[in-house]
């Protein structure tokens, strides 16, 4: 099936320090590709779509400037979030469309997620 | 908000068939169901998916009622790995949205 990665797992940072998150389609060419968080004991939200080449699209209540989002090839989409502050603590979770999807619908397959946490 | 609707809990012996009710009552003609698992600190796990017809896959099985409005996820002899959240989610607009799932958990 299609791998996708994140790296890195789990991250520590300080308070107003920016971190990078990297997400990785391994066998497959993502044109579109989405970030999600999932604070503890909830389910996923999405944040953002993001397509190879052109600006992603935030979910309402997302800030952009916040939550930087490139997508400049066909397999790798970052996230960098910018000034973290200790409410941005969460589980960040990438994922990435198969276009061999059969349908008007394409599949989307899941990082292993990234822990980050902001002291 | 999501538009599914799914049990909050369910408990299943080891070895035996696990089904995993789901209501999508609003789901459009052109909308398919699919089916996540996210087993604990983990990314969600594509599982199956399907528009009308039952699927089956190496994983499972997805029944859909001849009027959409309901499907169930079958895990034929659930393990203990199988130990998870199972998320149903109708596609609008080419995003999935996650509602709270079926805890699913596995006894021996």
């Known amino acids: 099936g299609a791998v996708v990665s994140q790296h890195p797992s789990r991250v520590i940072c300080k308070s107003g320090t920016s971190v990078k998150i990297e997400c990785r389609s391994l066998d497959f060419q993502a044109t579109t590709m989405f970030w999600y968080r999932q604070f503890p004991k909830q389910s996923l939200m999405l944040m953002a779509t993001?397509?190879?080449?052109?600006?992603?699209?935030?979910e309402q209540g997302v800030e952009k400037d916040k939550f930087l989002i490139n997508h400049a090839s066909l397999t790798l989409s970052t996230l960098t979030v910018t000034s973290a502050h200790p409410e941005d603590s969460s589980f960040y979770i990438c994922?990435?469309?198969?276009?061999?999807?059969?349908?008007?619908?394409?599949?989307?397959?899941f990082g292993p997620g990234t822990r980050l946490l902001v002291l | 908000d999501a538009k599914t609707t799914q049990p909050p809990s369910m408990d299943c012996a080891e070895g035996r068939a696990a089904n995993l009710p789901c209501n999508h009552s609003t789901i459009s003609g052109n909308e398919y169901v699919y089916w996540y698992r996210q087993i604990h600190s983990q990314g969600p796990q594509y599982i199956i998916h399907g528009l009308k017809n039952n699927e089956t896959n190496e994983m499972a099985s997805l029944i859909i009622t001849e009027d959409r409005k309901s499907s169930t996820l079958i895990l034929p002899h659930a393990t203990l790995r199988d130990t998870a959240v199972y998320y149903c989610?109708?596609?609008?607009?080419?995003?999935?949205?996650f509602g709270t799932g079926t805890r699913l958990q596995v006894t021996l």
């Open positions: 994922s990435a469309s198969d276009p061999g999807t059969s349908g008007s619908w394409k599949t989307q397959y």
């Open positions: 989610i109708d596609c609008t607009a080419s995003k999935l949205t």
């Open positions: 993001s397509n190879e080449g052109s600006k992603a699209t935030y």
